[in-house]
């Protein structure tokens, strides 16, 4: 029988007493942003959004607890703007949308950092026994987001990225399931044989963890050859936005095919609009019905984006929705 999993793409909005508090004691300039040592009355404020947001899954009863990524002030180039060997430059903006993030530019080895371990240990901690789930940005929208002046050739460049996070990912503690998230392969989709590394280097950063490990593109459809590469990575399940791109989603499936556990964005992750539980299990009916295919083992119910879009209120409305969903799922597959 099909297990559905409710879940999300981690970044998470802050709490609105955090991002006031926060506000106030970061500063409002791009030097104030998280640089990786914060302590003091920050580190505590995150620590508290942090229970906050984790008991907020929990509460909403969904299948898996994420961290929340609450400071990843620069979004998925996180990982790279904490670390020693890369210098922050100036703002750029965040794919096509209105959001802005500081440009990492690598100017040395990028070596074990440590920085997503340290917050998933403290999430595990919270999570009290309950599923966890780890987030990364993808090797290949990590590359893209990032610049280059150290390694000096873009396959090098994308190799080290996959190291680097292979090495972060190996630290982590004991979770179910990891995402990879990879907007960048339909933002900025990988020409003829990038697409083949960009596989492979996400094939490396899956073989790190002993979890199932699920690779989510989002803001629209895999190009063909790209999506066709990915499936030759040896990860457990491929997400679909099916908010941004309904017909080429379904397409590259039934052309295709997929993996045997698939995750389905079906909630607006940057859309105040909250959407009914039911609808979204009619959603899930519907998908079934233009593909070809009778049941997956695991199907993950998602937004299709990160959240931090979202007011907090609308957020928390949105994890309760799709936690009532996949109850209604396994109810119906029952």
């Known amino acids: 029988m099909t297990e559905y999993v409710s879940t999300t793409p981690g970044l998470f909005p802050l709490p609105d007493w955090a991002k006031d508090d ?23 404020a995150y620590e508290e959004a942090r229970k906050e947001v984790i008991k907020g899954q929990q509460d909403a009863d969904l299948d898996r607890t994420v961290e929340g990524q609450l400071r990843w002030d620069d979004m998925l180039a996180h990982p790279l703007a904490v670390h020693d060997a890369v210098e922050t430059h100036g703002i750029v903006r965040y794919y096509d949308n209105n959001n802005f993030y500081r440009e990492p530019v690598v100017t040395d080895d990028l070596d074990f950092s ?8 403290t999430a595990s901690e919270l999570a009290a026994g309950d599923d966890l789930q780890a987030v990364l940005p993808g090797p290949y929208s990590l590359a893209d987001l990032a610049t280059d002046e150290h390694y000096g ?19 982590f503690p004991e979770h179910e399931t990891l995402f990879l ?14 697409d083949e590394r960009a596989s492979q280097a996400i094939d490396r950063v899956a073989g790190a963890v002993d979890a ?22 040896d990860i457990d399940a491929v997400g679909f936005d099916f908010v941004a791109n309904r017909e080429d989603n379904l397409y590259n499936i039934q052309e295709y095919g997929t993996t045997d556990d698939i995750s389905l964005g079906l909630a607006d992750g940057q859309n105040t609009l909250v ?28 937004t299709n984006t990160e959240t931090f879009y979202l007011p907090y209120a609308k957020f928390e ?17 029952a």
Request: aromatic letters at 6%.
């Open 275 to 302: 959407e009914d539980p039911e609808a979204i299990r009619e959603r899930v009916d519907w998908i079934y019905d233009q593909l070809p295919v009778s049941a997956f083992e695991t199907v993950y119910l998602t």
């Open 22 to 44: 926060l506000s106030d004691l970061k500063g409002h300039q791009k030097h104030d942003l998280i640089s990786g040592d914060e302590s003091g009355e920050i580190a505590a």
């Open 317 to 333: 409305e949105k994890l309760a929705a799709l936690a009532e969903a996949a109850e209604l799922a396994e109810v119906k597959a």
């Open 114 to 121: 440590g920085d997503v371990a340290t917050e998933l240990e």
């Open 153 to 171: 050739d873009e396959a090098a460049f994308l190799d080290a990225i996959a190291d680097f996070l292979e090495a972060e990912a190996s630290a």
């Open 212 to 233: 199932d490990v699920v690779v989510q593109p989002y803001w629209g459809a895999l190009e063909e050859k790209v999506y066709a590469h990915l499936l030759d990575a």
């Open 181 to 194: 998230l990879e907007p960048s392969l339909v933002e900025n989709a990988p020409e003829d044989g990038v």
